[in-house]
């Protein structure tokens, strides 16, 4: 019985549309070519950072976005805010808390990211990051962090993302329960593979999941 809901981060609760826009705006490029390049990265199972480096050959990212900081310093730049959340995040977590499930974040980010999730003051349990833990996705001692703060049995729980790689494929291997969420271009690309029928289930989004999982467990996760 699913008890506990987790959710990765980027392109599950935030829409990244507008990170990678400035992004494009920062590099001299249209916002077309990134965000395709930045989908092709997807389909060739590249890591996004490859992205940068097919835009701009021998950028370092790192160096680049210090050199931001130094000339936005008041802009968003790489990060987020709750202007990005997807519009379906508030009602979908809204739903899972009313049907008793316990709610955490918990995805791979950087330093920054706790704050800013922290600031949206989202209905769940807790909010972790993989700088937080010194550990990302898709280690198994991320998993077991996850387990950890969960305070249940890896069967117990039900990790949400976006990513087979990332999210589905590991946290199952953890023993865990998985739904792989079909957004954003790894989601979309990801649930058309064969392997995406290793997710317990695939949905578009989180009051779908709440639907889902509501009305296959009559009760709620608390009932006897």
Known sequence: MIRAVVFDVGETLIDETRIWTR???????????????????????????????????GIDPYAEIEAWRRDDPDGLRENFDGGDLYPDVRPGLAALREAGY???????????????????????????????????????????????????????????????????????????RTALLRRGPWGHLHAERPEAALADMIVDGLPQLAVLLTEGRAGGPDAA
């Open 23 to 57: 992004w494009a705006d920062r590099l001299g490029v249209s916002r077309f070519t990134m965000l395709g390049v930045l989908g092709g990265m997807a389909a060739l199972d590249r890591p996004h950072t490859d992205a940068f480096q097919a835009v701009r050959p």
């Open 102 to 176: 316990q709610l955490i974040i918990a995805g791979n980010q950087p330093p920054q990211a706790y704050a800013a999730l922290a600031a949206m003051d989202l209905p769940v349990d807790s909010v972790h990051t993989s700088d937080g833990w010194g550990v990302s996705k898709p280690h198994p001692a991320f998993f077991a962090k996850v387990a950890a703060v969960a305070g249940r049995e890896p069967g117990e729980i039900l990790y949400v993302g976006d990513r087979l790689d990332n999210d589905v494929i590991p946290a199952r291997d953890a023993g865990m």
